[in-house]
């Protein structure tokens, strides 16, 4: 049992080392330009006619929701 809780124990330390290391920060669209695609692509597709057929190849997958 000995060696079982050993690597237990190197697992959590080594888990912990990399939680300290990581960092997460919730930013605004005008902070990171990136979170403007998804909105983008979304009004595209609701649109609907040529702004939904530019946004179709960045589509992988729909998946419909209720109201």
Do not use: C, N, Q
Request: glycine share 8%.
């Amino acid at each position: 049992m000995g060696p079982h809780i050993f690597v237990d124990e190197t697992k959590e330390r080594g888990r912990l080392a990399v939680a300290e290391r990581l960092r997460y920060d919730h930013l605004r669209a005008h902070e990171d330009h990136l979170l403007a695609l998804p909105d983008a692509i979304a009004w595209s597709w609701a649109r609907g006619g040529e702004w939904k057929a530019m946004a179709r190849p960045m589509v992988d997958e729909v998946r419909p929701v209720g109201h």
